[in-house]
């Protein structure tokens, strides 16, 4: 029974959809709300919104300052609210209480974060070679931005394309997910308390073929920030060969954990359990690849098989529960289909591989010990809670093992070796290293992989410019007539 109707935010106003779609409780199995599905004419709508206040007043003169000041207010506002959008993503999309909770109410510091970094990203002035002349270099917002993010930790995954984009004035058309879209549209609310002028934030949803493909080919947009997969990410640069945008692109992982025999392994355990069965495994940094020194590696495996049998699965409303339902039906077939796969090609199920008893897309944690580095298990993204483990003797081997694969956006140290720590930190391709902890982020800290795990990063200080062009102002500071017009300066 859907008992909920959301609508997209566009140019200031909440829009009667013409067109919507059930969106289904992952715990139970069905629908329990009406989403809007925007059309190609509704992305025109939010567009033309977004490059209209670009080009007016007050956004176009706002000072930095203010707009910084509504960045902070959004940022207290979503903390305030954390508590009714985590049971909306919860609601929408499995993902359990006790992490939505937390994960929006530190979210509310990254807007507080780009805030207070709005006025001191600064320009330059040039020191030029030629007399008479005075050059500064300015800072100024790149235009329409188009920012698509998936259904896991949205609010987190837009607050690093809408705080740097916001702080450097440019304004934004959001596109949700399709699959659980209903805590974004319901932070749109909060975005008009704010009091962020019309058209600067528009927050919509749909289908890729129409609507996500509008959006990122559209003329008017000078700017994609797109997270999920590779294969979404390709459509994507093909629509951006239509309007030349400039693209960042947050795309998925095969991360390793390596697990070195000097390591405490009851800490790394905990971090292997978070790394990968935390969220349900549904996290672009989930850490699905186990390398582990082959000297502990039984008594490792050991540990976590116990702790995984152990973790609590449920209600993901319930805030003692541990692991909720996986997003999407499709993804569930997905994750089966591979482990049948990756078991009769020989890997050795050491726990899981089941689905729990009861309604929803549940899927039990599962450890699958790989033996060897090709079973499908080991190379594709499941994006769900299976841990495959492959064995080393040696740093070489654990080093050439981590890198791999084409991804390369996290992974895990675990050693007592600080030395052998810098060496593998050093060595290792993956944007993100994690010593002696793991899927620990901060607004201050820029984010990003390698390879198939795309390019350009989030967060951090210099976030801010990817979201602004230079400009370059030379002033002539003499008297004199400009001298032989045929010979350039």
Known sequence: ???????????GRFDEPSATFDSVDPS???????????SEADVDHAVEAAHRALRSDPWRRMTATARGKLLVKLGDLVAANAGRLAELETRDTGKIIRETR????????YYRYYGGLADKHEGAHVPIDKPDLDVTIRREPIGVVAAVVPWNSQLFLSAVKLGPALAAGCTI?????????????????????????????NILTGFGHDCGRRLTSHP????????????TARAIVKNTAENLAYTTLELGGKSPVVVFADADLDSAANAVVAGIFAATGQSCVAGSRLLVERSVKDEFLTRLKRKAEAIRIGDPQDPATEMGPLATLRQRDWIEKVVAESIARGGMLITGGTRPAGSGFYYAPTIIDAGGSDLPCVREELFGPVLSVLAFDTEAQALALANDTPFGLASGIFTSNLARAHRMARDIHAGVVWVNTYRVVS?????????????????????????????SVWINTSDEPIPDPFVMR
């Open 28 to 38: 139970t199995g069905t629908a329990w709300a009406r989403m809007p599905a925007a």
């Open 443 to 471: 607004p201050l800290v820029p984010f990003g992989g390698y390879g198939l795990s795309g390019f350009g990063r989030e967060g951090g200080l210099d976030a801010i410019r990817d979201y602004t062009r230079s400009k």
């Open 173 to 201: 058309v959001l596109k949700a997910s399709e699959d659980g879209p209903a805590p974004l549209l319901a932070f749109a609310e909060l975005v008009q308390e704010a009091g962020f002028p019309p058209g600067v934030v």
């Open 1 to 11: 029974m859907t008992d909920a109707l959301f609508r997209n935010f566009i140019d």
């Open 220 to 231: 008017l947009v000078s700017r994609v920030a797109f997270t999920g997969g590779p294969s």
């Open 102 to 109: 937390a994960q929006i109410a530190y979210v509310g510091d």
